[in-house]
């Protein structure tokens, strides 16, 4: 991985940090595609601010499957802990930009994070309601949706992730998220101008069946 300086104009992160030379800004550290930022058990004494990329977290089972429990996005803050280590693996998805923040113990932190905890906490209660529902296609639209609003709410977009990565944060298999898209690409909800790319056709539509 590599460190480059922090682009001009960018805002400071939203509570007091620094390094070890006093500066109240981080430099961005540049991470490989698959490249780990941290892994389970790792002492968790700093929060994570995605610069440009994506983050996957997950957990590996006992069975030696994978379990994504959160896709990190531009601009977006993870590692939250209740306690003192992490209990999640976290890595770069494609090449990612990241700001790591060593916490500062100031009375002012608590107050700072608790907005950025609190999403992050939804997030992860919404990701539960889309696992609780039964059918493929729901699961699958209501992940649509959500990448979308979180990249700014336009009807075309990229997917960083692949459909395998898709598979593991809806408890789905690869065949039938790539089914899915396939019948929603048919159906005239989406279009998929690559791989990657989705452009929702018919925003109602899929809304509807994220609902």
């Known amino acids: 991985m590599t460190i480059h300086p922090l682009p001009t104009g960018f805002d400071a992160f939203p ?19 698959g490249a780990e930022i941290y892994a389970q058990g790792e002492k968790a004494d700093c929060l994570y ?3 440009f990329g994506a983050v996957r977290v997950y957990r590996l089972l006992a069975d030696g499957r994978r379990q994504i429990a959160a896709f990190h996005m531009a601009g977006e803050v993870f ?80 997917l960083p992730m692949s459909r395998m990565d898709i598979a593991d944060y809806l408890g789905l298999t690869i065949e039938t998220v790539s089914r899915v898209f396939t019948k929603l690409k048919e159906k005239g909800v989406i ?7 989705v452009e929702i056709v018919r925003w109602h539509a899929l809304r509807e069946m994220s609902e």
Request: glycine share 8%; net charge negative.
């Open 191 to 197: 279009r998929l101008a690559s791989l990657r790319c």
């Open 79 to 158: 590692g939250f802990e209740t306690d003192g280590s992490h209990h999640f693996f976290a890595e770069a998805i494609g090449t990612t930009g990241i700001r790591i923040m060593r916490l500062a113990s100031s009375g002012d932190v608590s107050r700072a994070l608790l907005p950025l905890a609190l999403k992050s906490l939804v997030r992860a209660q919404e990701h539960l309601l889309v696992l609780g529902r039964q059918h493929a296609p729901e699961r699958v639209a209501a992940f649509l949706v959500d990448m979308a609003e979180r990249q700014g709410g336009d009807t075309r977009f990229d």
């Open 49 to 51: 601010q995605v610069e």
């Open 15 to 33: 509570f007091a940090v620094a390094d070890a030379s006093g500066n109240a800004l981080q430099p961005v550290t540049c991470f490989d595609p």
